[in-house]
Nanobody
Framework: QLQLVESGGGLVQAGGSLRLSCAASGLTLDDSGIAWFRQGPGKEREGVSCVSGSGGYMYYKKSVKGRFTIFRDNDENTVYLQMNSLKPEDTAVYYC???????????????????WGQGTQVTVSS
């Protein structure tokens, strides 16, 4: 049974850092694109970053480029999102999602992802 479990969220001051984890079971990261999405208060869910199964393709939303880094540990079957220089506008529930056809490419399109975690709250205070 495929399961994604996020952790690492919390409350941080602006300028601070957090590292989110997405632990996957029931799939292997080599075969799946993994993405991080977020949904802020009153906002639609948006793609933040993704990495393809091959590891050769990555995407970052423009507003996080240079501040966030997606990487994975295949031995731990875990994908991470390192978030630095956090801003209040980064406040959201962060979700990881898996696209089991995303080997060579990954997408920021929510409709490409069949499997979702439960989310972890990130709050950035000003």
């Amino acid at each position: 049974q495929l399961q994604l479990v996020e952790s690492g969220g919390g409350l941080v001051q602006a300028g601070g850092s957090l590292r989110l984890s997405c632990a996957a079971s029931g799939l292997t990261l080599d075969d799946s694109g993994i993405a991080w999405f977020r949904q802020g208060p009153g906002k639609e869910r948006e793609g933040v970053s993704c990495v393809s199964g091959s590891g050769g393709y990555m995407y970052y939303k423009k507003s996080v480029k240079g501040r966030f880094t997606i990487f994975r540990d295949n031995d731990e079957n875990t994908v991470y999102l390192q978030m630095n220089s956090l801003k209040p506008e980064d406040t959201a529930v962060y979700y990881c999602a898996a696209d089991r056809s995303g080997i060579a490419h990954c997408s920021s399109n929510i409709n490409e992802y069949e499997n979702w975690g439960q989310g972890t709250q990130v709050t950035v205070s000003s």
